[in-house]
């Protein structure tokens, strides 16, 4: 790909975002494509100046992860309003000078678990309340999916803060086998490298012909997802929802539908080269 004036910029604002595969994953589909865009990593402290550089670069969009999907909402024009109601934006859009603020982290999720007809009428429990649980939550319940949140005692209060906004029951996972469960999904950092050996919820949870999903994408077997691999349950890699949320925001951005199959190719490629060089 050759890089001109003409060439569209776009990025990923965090801190820290060395570990960010985004990029490589953009690029690839940009130059799958033919499109004249790069895609850069940015680690920026403060997310406010970040937002004035990409109106002044008049770049097309940008990726925020953590820490400043909700404290970027402040610097846009305009916030999609499930975003608003999940409380955090993932993506920016530049509209022609008019930012729009939308997130397509739950959306992804939905994606990787075959979309919203396998969501439908579902019991579903998700582990966590933070903003990726927030993501996933509104999005699954928008699907049709009866929804039970379960968090650590720790974090009790801010769970059951997000069940009374969706008007859903809310257990500790301590208890969480006593809740109806067709499907899991983790979107707690539980099991996330270094800590490959530790998982939120005890095998003797699962069942076979259940659907469980992982959200930590590193390693891409995390313990929970082997274990209930073992038991016969259907498994989903969190790497899923990170290349699914990654085309939604492709496909915003550009107006095409995103190669999924060439994003997939490349971060599997990456991750497995990583687990590679670590064991």
Same mark, same amino acid.
């Given at each position: 790909?050759?890089?001109?004036?003409?060439?569209?910029?776009?990025?990923?604002?965090?801190?820290?975002?060395?570990?960010?595969?985004?990029?490589?994953?953009?690029?690839?589909?940009?130059?799958?494509?033919?499109?004249?865009?790069?895609?850069?990593?940015?680690?920026?402290? =403060?997310?406010?100046?970040?937002?004035?550089?990409?109106?002044?670069?008049?770049?097309?969009?940008?990726?925020?992860?953590?820490?400043? *999907?909700?404290?970027?909402?402040?610097?846009?024009?305009?916030?999609?309003?499930?975003?608003?109601?999940?409380?955090?934006?993932?993506?920016?859009?530049?509209?022609?000078?008019?930012?729009?603020?939308?997130?397509?982290?739950?959306?992804?999720?939905?994606?990787?678990?075959?979309?919203?007809?396998?969501?439908?009428?579902?019991?579903?429990?998700?582990?966590?309340?933070?903003?990726?649980?927030?993501?996933?939550?509104?999005?699954?319940?928008?699907?049709?999916?009866?929804?039970?949140?379960?968090?650590?005692?720790?974090?009790?209060?801010?769970?059951?803060?997000?069940?009374?906004?969706?008007?859903?029951?809310?257990?500790?996972?301590?208890?969480?086998?006593?809740?109806?469960?067709?499907?899991?999904?983790?979107?707690? &950092?539980?099991?996330?490298?270094?800590?490959?050996?530790?998982?939120?919820?005890? *095998?003797?949870?699962?069942?076979?012909?259940?659907?469980?999903?992982?959200?930590?994408?590193? &390693?891409?077997?995390?313990?929970?997802?082997?274990?209930?691999?073992?038991?016969?349950?259907?498994?989903?890699?969190?790497?899923?929802?990170?290349?699914?949320?990654?085309?939604?925001?492709?496909?915003?951005?550009?107006?095409?539908?995103? &190669?999924?199959?060439?994003?997939?190719?490349?971060?599997?490629?990456?991750?497995?080269?990583?687990?590679? =060089?670590?064991?």
């Amino acid at each position: 790909m050759i890089f001109d004036s003409k060439t569209k910029l776009y990025g990923v604002f965090g801190h820290p975002v060395g570990h960010s595969l985004s990029p490589l994953m953009h690029n690839s589909a940009f130059a799958h494509l033919g499109i004249n865009a790069v895609y850069l990593a940015f680690d920026v402290a =403060q997310i406010g100046p970040a937002v004035r550089a990409l109106r002044a670069f008049n770049m097309g969009g940008a990726s925020v992860t953590i820490p400043h *999907k909700v404290s970027v909402m402040d610097h846009l024009d305009e916030v999609d309003p499930l975003a608003r109601s999940m409380g955090a934006v993932n993506t920016i859009v530049n509209r022609g000078g008019h930012l729009f603020g939308c997130n397509t982290d739950g959306p992804g999720a939905v994606a990787a678990l075959g979309g919203k007809e396998a969501l439908a009428n579902k019991n579903l429990v998700v582990l966590g309340s933070g903003g990726a649980a927030r993501a996933i939550a509104f999005a699954a319940k928008q699907s049709g999916a009866t929804l039970f949140i379960a968090n650590r005692r720790e974090d009790e209060a801010q769970a059951l803060a997000l069940a009374d906004e969706l008007l859903c029951p809310f257990a500790l996972i301590s208890k969480v086998k006593d809740l109806p469960c067709d499907i899991l999904i983790n979107a707690t &950092p539980v099991g996330m490298t270094p800590n490959e050996g530790q998982t939120p919820v005890d *095998k003797s949870f699962f069942k076979p012909g259940m659907m469980v999903m992982d959200a930590v994408y590193s &390693p891409l077997e995390t313990r929970l997802l082997r274990e209930a691999k073992q038991a016969g349950c259907k498994v989903v890699e969190g790497v899923n929802m990170f290349i699914h949320q990654g085309a939604a925001q492709f496909a915003l951005w550009t107006g095409q539908t995103a &190669p999924i199959e060439i994003m997939q190719r490349i971060v599997y490629k990456a991750l497995a080269k990583k687990q590679e =060089q670590n064991s």
